[in-house]
């Protein structure tokens, strides 16, 4: 179990438009996802933490306005880049935690990842 | 900056070799997972020990746990090729936000 299924996998589009990365936990319920960018051949930097049923929580340096998350219901993340553009392209990952009691010292599960190129 | 480091930066070794990746954090934490990437892929986890053990296996898998001085390692006994990945690890202080090391590209030649 812990499936995490991140959609699309690849993108390319032109400078202006605005692309919705989706993020769904098939198997097991998640109050929290993370969305995470990364660059080649470098680590991840953790974006924002998305709360079902509430605001997102962005980390610094983010911007909100550009990147906008919404969690509306326990299987399902959305991650919209805005406007992007060029220096937007990157790898973006998203994961989820499973809900409930005892799941303190339990592994984040990850998507497989949303390569975005804006030509 | 957050971020842990882990060293080497990259590391090749011959297939049936061991190989050892080292992570160092800079707070206290709940927990310390290692997970690994194969390129343009999303992240496996592999293990998690808690901050209050010292040693953990799984299959050829070794890790350890230092947090008098903040570190951990990775130990893949017998490498494969198959084993070639990036391999990052993760502390989590209890918030469920992890901090991520800056990753260790593992490459296996057959």
């Known amino acids: 179990g812990a499936v995490v299924s991140q959609h699309p996998s690849w993108v390319i589009c032109k400078s202006g438009t605005s692309v919705k990365i989706e993020c769904r936990s098939l198997d097991f319920q998640a109050t929290t996802?993370?969305?995470?960018?990364?660059?080649?051949?470098?680590?991840?930097?953790?974006?924002?933490?998305?709360?079902?049923?509430?605001?997102?929580?962005?980390?610094?340096?983010?911007?909100?306005?550009?990147?906008?998350?919404?969690?509306?219901?326990?299987?399902?993340?959305?991650?919209?880049?805005?406007?992007?553009?060029?220096?937007?392209?990157?790898?973006?990952?998203?994961?989820?935690?499973?809900t409930g009691s005892g799941y303190s010292n339990q592994p984040q599960h990850f998507g497989d990842g949303t390569?975005?190129?804006?030509l | 900056s957050q971020q842990g480091e882990e060293d080497p930066q990259a590391l090749s070794i011959q297939e049936g070799e061991n190989a050892t990746m080292n992570c160092s954090y800079k707070t206290s934490i709940n927990n310390?997972?290692?997970?690994?990437?194969?390129?343009?892929?999303?992240?496996?986890?592999?293990?998690?020990?808690r901050s209050n053990e010292r040693e953990k296996h799984s299959g050829r898998l070794r890790v350890t746990l230092d947090t008098s001085k903040k570190s951990?390692?990775?130990?893949?006994?017998?490498?494969?090729?198959?084993?070639?990945?990036?391999?990052?690890?993760?502390?989590?202080?209890g918030t469920y936000k992890y901090i991520f090391g800056t990753g260790t590209r593992l490459k296996v030649l057959a």
């Not at chain 1, 919209?80 to 060029?86: F, G, I």
């Not at chain 1, 390569?115 to 804006?118: A, F, P």
Request: hydrophobic content about 40%; aromatic content about 10%.
């Open chain 1, 33 to 98: 996802m993370f969305w995470y960018r990364q660059f080649p051949k470098q680590s991840l930097m953790l974006m924002a933490t998305s709360n079902e049923g509430s605001k997102a929580t962005y980390e610094q340096g983010v911007e909100k306005d550009k990147f906008l998350i919404n969690h509306a219901s326990l299987t399902l993340s959305t991650l919209t880049v805005t406007s992007a553009h060029p220096e937007d392209s990157s790898f973006y990952i998203c994961s989820a935690r499973k």
């Open chain 2, 32 to 49: 310390l997972q290692w997970y690994r990437q194969n390129s343009g892929r999303g992240l496996v986890h592999l293990i998690l020990i």
């Open chain 2, 72 to 93: 951990s390692s990775l130990l893949i006994t017998a490498s494969r090729a198959a084993d070639t990945a990036s391999y990052f690890c993760a502390t989590d202080r």
């Open chain 1, 115 to 118: 390569r975005l190129s804006i």
